[in-house]
Every structure is written in structure tokens, then in C-alpha cells.
């Protein structure tokens, strides 16, 4: 299958990830069946030491198209029952709990923006390096809406229920230092070499799972 919104690339065991609408790298429906794709049918079928999340360009993502989604809930729910949850945003969080489950380190490498959507396929990975100057949050309550992808309990289980409420209810942006002191992400780095680093530390922590003599 050839992608459209995503670049997929497997150097030295590890596979890049690349989110491919620049500048922003908007995760339209397009994007999100993709990733279904690549979860389903290509990464269970790759030998992979370690995955690596990033965004082409300046930004890592502005998150999902929240008027193409809207419209798609809209459409999609069933007239008396409109607690159900539609059938794409099942499977979106099908996509993103794998990308959780994998037994390989994965890495998010952040910069520029990373809202909703965006934070919530981070909050997917194991460790987050972010340039400096990032920018993060969870804007979906400004739509109407919740982060639908497990991004809820995920950011609750790493900054506490009452930080992750304020931060959804809110929907306020936050930085990178904040996210920091937090724990939400692991480093900071300037933004030119946060890419390198980030492939650098998976190259480390790989050969650490494959050669346990290999010492920090």
C-alpha cells in the first residue's frame, strides 16, 4: 500500500513513522485509515528493535481535523443511541493501543505543535524527547469534544486525575518545560537535533534489550 499522509521507513531495526501533511501534519480520516493500515498489516510484519514518531517538517502535528470529524460523528451516530461510539473512532483507538502495546522502546520525537490527536499517538510511546520552543495540549473541549484515542487515561496515569482534568477541561496549551516537570516527556533538546538524538537513544536502548551486559 502506498501512503498518502504517512512516510514509512525501516533504517538499522528501526522504523520511522512520519506524519506527512506539512506544515502542520493536520491527521485527517485519510491519515487515521492509514495508520490503521500500518498497525494491522505492516509493523506486526516488520522485525523491529525500536519505532520512532516524528512529524516532516517544523511541526510534529496539529492534531485531528476536528470539522471532519465533527461532520463524521455527526453523520455516523445512531439516531437512539447516541452513546455509542462510532465505528472509526473504535478503531482509531484499536490503532493507537497497539502502537501502546508494542513490545519494542518506542520514542515520539516532538517539535514545533502537538495538540490533541498529535499528543494523544505521543502519550502512545514509551519516552517523548521535545525540542525546545514545543508547544502541547489537548484543545478538543473548545470542539465540543473529549480526546477520543485513550489520551485521557493515559496523560491521568503520568501527571494524576486532577492535572489531566484541568488540561482537558481547559483545553489550555502547555509548554515543553512544563511538560517536563510533569513527566510527561522525558527530555528537552534544541529542536534542530531532537530527530538525531531521538534515533540515537533508540539505537541505545535497543542494543540495551538485545545485550543485557550493555550497562548505562
Not at 477541561?169 to 522525558?186: D, K, Q, T
Amino acid at each position: 500500500m502506498m501512503f498518502r499522509t504517512i512516510d514509512w521507513k525501516i533504517a538499522d531495526d528501526t522504523g520511522h513513522l512520519v506524519l506527512n501533511q506539512p506544515p502542520a501534519n493536520i491527521m485527517t480520516r485519510l491519515f487515521f485509515d492509514e495508520l490503521g493500515h500500518l498497525t494491522k498489516h505492516v509493523i506486526p510484519d516488520s522485525q523491529l528493535k525500536a519505532l520512532i514518531i516524528y512529524g516532516n517538517g517544523r511541526h510534529f502535528s496539529a492534531g485531528a481535523d476536528h470539522y471532519e470529524l465533527t461532520e463524521h460523528i455527526r453523520e455516523n451516530l445512531p439516531g437512539n443511541y447516541p452513546e455509542e461510539i462510532p465505528s472509526f473512532l473504535k478503531e482509531n483507538l484499536q490503532s493507537f493501543l497497539y502502537l501502546d502495546q508494542l513490545s519494542v522502546p518506542t520514542f515520539a520525537a516532538i517539535r514545533g505543535t502537538c495538540f490533541g490527536s498529535a499528543l494523544e499517538l505521543a502519550l502512545s510511546c514509551k519516552y517523548r524527547i521535545c525540542g525546545e520552543g514545543t508547544v502541547l495540549g489537548f484543545p478538543e473541549s473548545s470542539f465540543g469534544l473529549m480526546p477520543g484515542c485513550g489520551g485521557s487515561v493515559r496523560l491521568a496515569g503520568i501527571v494524576g486525575k486532577a492535572r489531566a482534568i484541568e488540561l482537558i477541561v481547559s483545553g489550555r496549551n502547555f509548554s515543553a518545560e512544563e511538560a517536563y516537570h510533569w513527566g510527561l516527556i522525558h527530555k528537552i533538546l534544541p529542536r534542530k537535533v531532537v530527530i538525531e538524538e531521538t534515533i540515537i537513544l533508540a539505537r541505545e536502548i535497543s542494543n540495551r534489550r538485545v545485550n543485557p551486559s550493555v550497562v548505562e
